[in-house]
Structure formats: structure tokens, C-alpha cells
């Protein structure tokens, strides 16, 4: 069952987060998107979970890495996560990559509800209200505007948090009971990992200009490399970056190479 009521800790715990995860894009960077703001919510939960400093700092950390999913629904995961961590501490069920899996599981589908409804569909709805009483000087617009688009994004955070919390923790003792742990663990797994596929395939798209004339015959090379498998050099780049990576490199450091070797590919009529 899910919790009926939170101990006065807990609360105080859920207040914290709640308010941390107004900041989510205030650190917001192209490499870890919205890990800093992730790692900042958790912040106030691991302080409840974790008294060694050594054990608090290692949850910290492995808090700060890629995340990014819709602003309201950033709440719902940090709540789940919350209830992981508890699980983790207190009975050791949970490891770390139980957690990471089911976090980067939920990233996808979560940011295609939030987008859809509050993106797509809320704001639209709330802007045509709006600049039908801006258009006649009413002032109202801009104020129900603010209520129906932000306020509700607001209220939706605060209640996500917490049933993320709620729900989370019982639906971890209920699968824990029934020993499905395990096949939700690789099911995460896999869907994480194929999510990571997916964003690979949406948003790294490396174009070769590169045209090779021979006789009155002009070959184009990125049809030669996709004739092999398409998409083949990003998935070959992001392979490389991931290789560099391990090796030492700073993402930032990468990101100026790929530019600099970009605009001198580029003047050479490569790219």
C-alpha cells in the first residue's frame, strides 16, 4: 500500500526538494543538461539519508550526471528517486544501478507526457485565452496566463514530488515482495540503453559535403558510409567521444574539438 502520512522528517525532507526543483534550469549546461539541478533536489534527501559525508558525497555525485526530462515531471522522478534511496539506505535492496536505470528509464516517457500536455497543449490553450483579452488591453490576460500555464506547472511539481515519493516507496516493497526486482531492473536497463540509442539517432547527425568526380561521374561519400549502415558516422563519432571520454577528456574540451575540426573541414569543402 502507499503511505498513508509523512513522518514531520519526511516532510520537511519533500519541502526542500520541492523548492530545490524550481532551480532545474539554473544550472542547466549541454553537457549534463539538467544534472546539476538534479543533484541539488536530491541535495536536501541524501542530507536526511546519509550522516557519513564520504557515503553522502558518492550519492551526490552519482546524482550529477546526464539527466533531462520535462520541468514537472523532474519533480515525479526526484520522488521516485527519493524512495529508492530510502529503500538503498535502510534495507539494501537497491543499488546503484537499480536507481541509475530506472531514472534514465523514466527520462523519455516522462518528457514526451510533460511536452505534450503542458508544451503542446496547455500553453497553447492558455496563450489563446490570453491574447484574446490582451488584444482588447485587458490586463487579466496576462494574469490568467500565469495562472493557467505557470501556476499549474507549479502545483503539478509540488503533487508529482510527492507522489513520486508516495507511490514509489510502496511500489518498491510490492515488487520486492513478489521478487520482480530483478526483471525490472534489466527491463529499465534495456529501455535505458535504448533510449540513449534513440537520442544518439535524433540528435547527432554528422553531413559530408564531400563529393568525389570521377570522369563525368560524381560520387557522393556519405552515401558510400550510409550504403554500409545508416547513421554509421555518428554512431562511429559518438563512439569516439564516449572512447575520449574514458581516457580522461573533458566534454568541453571535446565539444571545442569537434568545433575547430568542423570550420576547417568545413573550409576545405568536407563538411
Excluded at 557519513?52 to 526530462?69: I, M, S, Y
Excluded at 493557467?148 to 515519493?165: D, K, P
Aim: with cysteine; net charge positive.
Amino acid at each position: 500500500m502507499a503511505k498513508s502520512a509523512y513522518t514531520t522528517q519526511e516532510k520537511k525532507t519533500l519541502r526542500k526538494m520541492f523548492w530545490n526543483s524550481g532551480l532545474v534550469f539554473s544550472g542547466f549546461n549541454m553537457v549534463k543538461m539538467e544534472g546539476n539541478a538534479f543533484a541539488l533536489t536530491m541535495e536536501p534527501a541524501l542530507e536526511e539519508l546519509y550522516e557519513d559525508q564520504t557515503e553522502r558525497a558518492e550519492a551526490l555525485q552519482r546524482h550529477n550526471g546526464f539527466f533531462n526530462t520535462h520541468a514537472v515531471f523532474f519533480a515525479l522522478i526526484a520522488g521516485i528517486t527519493y524512495a529508492l534511496e530510502k529503500q538503498k539506505k535502510t534495507s539494501g535492496g537497491v543499488d546503484d544501478d537499480v536507481i541509475e536505470n530506472i531514472k534514465v528509464a523514466l527520462m523519455g516517457p516522462t518528457a514526451g507526457i510533460g511536452d505534450a500536455f503542458f508544451f503542446n497543449c496547455l500553453r497553447v490553450i492558455a496563450a489563446g485565452i490570453a491574447i484574446g483579452l490582451c488584444a482588447q488591453a485587458n490586463f487579466l490576460g496576462v494574469i490568467l496566463f500565469v495562472l493557467i500555464y505557470g501556476f499549474s506547472q507549479f502545483a503539478a511539481r509540488y503533487y508529482l514530488l510527492r507522489m513520486g515519493y508516495r507511490y514509489g516507496t510502496s511500489f518498491i516493497d510490492s515488487v520486492f515482495e513478489s521478487g520482480l526486482m530483478e526483471a525490472l531492473t534489466k527491463a529499465a536497463g534495456v529501455m535505458g540503453i535504448t533510449m540513449v540509442g534513440a537520442m544518439v539517432a535524433s540528435s547527432v547527425n554528422v553531413k559530408l559535403a564531400w563529393t568525389i568526380n570521377v570522369g563525368q561521374t560524381s560520387v557522393v561519400v556519405l552515401d558510400i558510409f550510409n550504403s554500409i549502415m545508416p547513421g554509421i558516422l555518428s554512431i562511429l563519432l559518438v563512439f569516439g567521444m564516449v572512447r575520449l571520454i574514458k581516457k580522461g577528456y573533458k566534454p568541453i574540451t571535446l565539444v571545442f574539438g569537434i568545433l575547430v575540426i568542423s570550420i576547417v573541414l568545413a573550409f576545405f569543402g568536407i563538411f
